[in-house]
């Protein structure tokens, strides 16, 4: 391991226990430092999926979506983010906050292709919003 991953790390880890906290804004901010020790192209890393994953994450929590939604575009560019179900899942609550609810249906849809009901846990109000596919599928 590289020594900006064992930064990486413990700047990650300071930002998860900020998010228990519920302080958003510091953990952007924590998340954002790890994202800036990622050597360029930082889409070529997986630690930029996870950083930029995480602030995302803080943006939905501070209801910045559209700041979430940009953050959200450019993980799909980052190993694994486009597959990740967490990743799907919050762009389609995105998109559903920003009023597009074609986009927030794919979002959600592919969310539960990829990781099942469980990635829907504690957000079964958006689990509703596809359940004409999910009784689809259960049929199929």
């Given at each position: ?22 302080d ?62 967490f ?49 689809q599928?259960?049929?199929?």
């Open positions: 391991m590289e020594s900006w991953q064992y930064q990486f790390r413990n700047l990650m880890t300071d930002g998860e226990l900020c998010f228990d906290g519920e958003y804004e510091a953990e952007r901010l924590l998340f954002q430092d790890a994202s800036k020790l990622i050597p360029d192209p930082k889409r070529d890393h997986e630690e930029a999926t996870q950083a930029i994953g995480a602030i995302a994450d803080c943006f939905y929590k501070l209801r910045e979506c559209a700041k979430a939604q940009a953050a959200l575009n450019d993980i799909l560019l980052c190993p694994g983010g486009a597959s990740n179900p990743i799907r899942l919050r762009r389609g609550q995105v998109f559903h906050q920003l009023g597009d609810p074609e986009k927030a249906r794919t979002g959600l849809t592919t969310a539960f292709l990829n990781g099942g009901s469980e990635v829907f846990d504690g957000e079964t109000e958006y689990l509703e919003l596809i359940s004409d596919v999910v009784s599928l259960g049929r199929e």
